[in-house]
């Protein structure tokens, strides 16, 4: 037996059901109307023994769905079905309301028009090694591609940029967007760390934290997290950082906080965070500046780090982190300095 992928492994998953010989189909959000429970893009995988990883609907037709995807299996033929979400339905879930979704049904399998399983295995790498890749499947004769973003047209391009999923309005074909999961280097296990890499994961990033001082950096503190007590650049270079990448430093203490600043600085990390006052900063910026480092370097740093929220408490800190943070993805106004 192959080993279980993560929770959120979904084609992983469908891909070792298939190997193991257990069939393997999956299910994945065309478009939603109204309050659908889960987002374009979302996915299930379904053995050929019902056994289900994911959610397309949060539970309201799963159902249904794992009923048409054992037929798709036996008949090794795609399929795109359409459900109405009842308010009732809705509500039992957590939302205000219904709506409507698309389900694309692909079975796994060797023969056309079924879902390869070496496209699968192509994904699985891609994702393994944090390549971002889209699927894109033509659901007028099932033929599927993988594409990078260095070959992306600037439709596609913008899809990446903006981790979306969804329906070409000039082909018709379905884009499945794969961006390695969000990345958050802390650097420095002080009290604000603790509620920030349990809030950050639930927000759907990849906590990682930094801190040669492994008093600070004990596992007791941090339960489940990855911790490096590596020196903060051979950690942040050996992590590697990426565009869906992010990092804070929050120990005060120039030694730790400057070669990890300086090694985000040379990388394409979309948010670079600093606790301190101004006046630390400032002293911060002229070392910087003696390093070599331009202004147009030295914008890039969120400094003091965090929201203007008020907060005071490590945990309230924490929220105005994660707050600038997201708003600095995402692209809100005054996100940036």
Request: hydrophobic letters at 45%.
């Amino acid at each position: 037996m192959t080993d279980a992928p993560g929770p959120d492994a979904i084609p992983e998953t469908a891909l070792a059901w298939a190997r193991d010989g257990r069939g393997a189909v999956l299910a994945t959000v065309l478009e939603t109307w109204g309050s659908a429970p889960r987002p374009v893009g979302s996915q299930l995988a379904i053995s050929g023994q019902a056994e289900i990883m994911g959610s397309v609907s949060g539970g309201c037709v799963e159902g249904a769905v794992v009923a048409e995807a054992l037929d798709a299996l036996t008949e090794g033929q795609p399929r795109v079905l359409t459900y109405g979400v009842s308010d009732d339905e809705a509500f039992a879930v957590g939302l205000a309301c219904g709506g409507t979704i698309r389900v694309l049904v692909e079975p796994v399998g060797e023969a056309p028009p079924a879902l390869s399983p070496a496209l699968l295995a192509d994904l699985a790498a891609a994702r393994a090694a944090r390549r971002a890749v889209a699927v894109v499947t033509d659901p007028a004769d099932w033929t599927r591609r993988l594409v990078t973003p260095e070959a992306a047209d600037a439709a596609l391009s913008q899809r990446f940029r903006g981790d979306r999923s969804g329906l070409d309005a000039e082909t018709g074909a379905f884009v499945a967007i794969h961006n390695p999961p969000l990345r958050l280097v802390v650097v420095g296990a002080v009290h604000i760390a603790q509620p920030l890499v349990i809030m950050a994961r639930l927000a759907g990033f990849d906590p990682f934290l930094v801190d040669p001082r492994e008093a600070f950096g004990a596992a007791h503190r941090f339960p489940g997290e990855t911790i490096s007590h590596d020196w903060p650049d051979a950690a942040l270079a050996a992590q590697g950082l990426d565009a869906r990448s992010c990092v804070v430093t929050l120990t005060h203490d120039p030694k730790l906080d400057d070669p990890a600043i300086r090694t985000a600085l040379a990388a394409p990390v979309f948010y670079i965070g600093c606790l301190g006052s101004t006046r630390t900063h400032a002293k911060r910026l002229d070392r910087l500046r003696d390093e070599g480092f331009d202004d147009a370097a030295l914008a890039r740093l969120h400094a003091p780090v965090g929201l203007k929220i008020g907060a005071r408490t490590p945990g309230e800190i924490a929220v105005a982190i994660l707050a600038e943070i997201v708003a600095t993805l995402r692209g809100a106004a005054g996100a940036g300095r």
